[in-house]
């Protein structure tokens, strides 16, 4: 029987709030293309749509001109 392997360090992924306007700063910027404008209702958002291939680089964040983005550990 395999032993289980100790998780790793957790990455911080981005965590988009309300104040987010669609503006599509975040997605621009961000290498890996996970992050993804999507249509809740009326309103453009930014959405993580693929965590497991986000690299937790954080270049979102100070992308964002209205604060809309934390970085959150998973």
Aim: charged content about 20%; aromatic content about 4%.
């Amino acid at each position: 029987m395999a032993a289980l392997q100790p998780a790793g360090p957790r990455k911080a992924l981005p965590e988009v709030s309300a104040r987010c306007t669609g503006c599509g700063r975040c997605v621009a910027v961000c290498p890996p293309r996970v992050l993804w404008l999507d249509l809740k209702g009326w309103k453009k958002t930014a959405v993580l749509h693929d965590a497991a291939h986000c690299t937790g680089c954080a270049q979102c964040v100070p992308a964002c001109p209205f604060d809309a983005i934390t970085m959150k550990r998973a």
